[in-house]
């Protein structure tokens, strides 16, 4: 069975340019989760959907930040403008139901310059 | 809030050497606690849970065992390899909200390297 997948798994983008990262939850999980994680930092939550509502989305900064999750199934989260603070690792993970274990992707590493 | 504080590494060890990385937890409620390990290169993997006081967690030759009493959940081996050479993340799970809204709180890691 094919993992979360998530691409790029790297960026490079000067501050204030545009960028998305898109994630391929694992096949009938409706939920899908967007972590950030930071440098020396455990992973920190950034929107949880289930299906396509996104049903926790606190710790999101909406300025900028903004995701979609159309028909349920693939998601992407995108930065607008990006700013050089938002150098991390974005991280995608599914799983079949809110209380279920969930499964993470690779990542995808950002560095803005 | 909830929150998760785990032992500052980096951890070095040989090779067949016992391992402790601690883990301690405040929580509003009763949290389900875990163990994620990240391999160079790869995403989060679950390690191990427990859901309840008392409880053991076990997998790949770790363990970890659910202290209501000192909130703490502290992971163990007692022969580390060199491929068990990774980043842990200890978590907690409880319930946010009305419902079954589930998140994942972690610590900072812990980085481990296992020397020959």
């Known amino acids: 069975e094919a993992g979360v997948v998530q691409s790029p798994r790297y960026k490079i983008i000067e501050k204030k340019q545009p960028v998305a990262f898109w994630c391929n939850p694992i096949s009938g999980h409706n939920t899908l989760y967007w972590y950030l994680q930071n440098l020396g930092q455990g992973p920190e939550l950034l929107i949880r959907?289930?299906?396509?509502?996104?049903?926790?989305d606190s710790q999101l900064p909406k300025d900028r930040f903004s995701a979609e999750r159309l028909k349920g199934v693939d998601s992407t989260l995108k930065i607008q403008p990006a700013e050089l603070g938002d150098s991390a690792v974005y991280l995608c993970a599914s799983s079949l139901r809110d209380d279920r274990e969930a499964f993470f992707g690779q990542g995808t590493r950002l560095t803005v310059v | 809030g909830n929150s998760v504080t785990q032992m500052e590494g980096p951890v070095t060890l040989s090779e067949e050497a016992f391992l402790t990385i601690n883990c301690t937890y405040t929580?509003?409620?009763?949290?389900?606690l875990f163990w994620y390990v990240q391999y160079p290169g790869e995403g989060l993997q679950l390690l191990l849970k427990?859901?309840?006081?008392?409880d053991k967690g076990s997998n790949k030759g770790f363990e970890a065992t659910y202290r209501k009493e000192t909130t703490s959940f502290h992971l163990e081996k007692g022969s580390v390899q060199v491929s068990d050479s990774a980043v842990y993340f200890c978590?907690?799970?409880?319930?946010?909200?009305?419902?079954?809204?589930?998140?994942?709180?972690f610590g900072k890691g812990t980085l481990l390297t296992v020397n020959p």
């Open positions: 929580a509003t409620g009763y949290p389900s």
């Open positions: 427990a859901t309840k006081a008392d």
């Open positions: 978590a907690l799970r409880i319930r946010g909200g009305g419902g079954s809204n589930y998140k994942l709180t």
């Open positions: 959907y289930e299906n396509e509502e996104a049903v926790d």
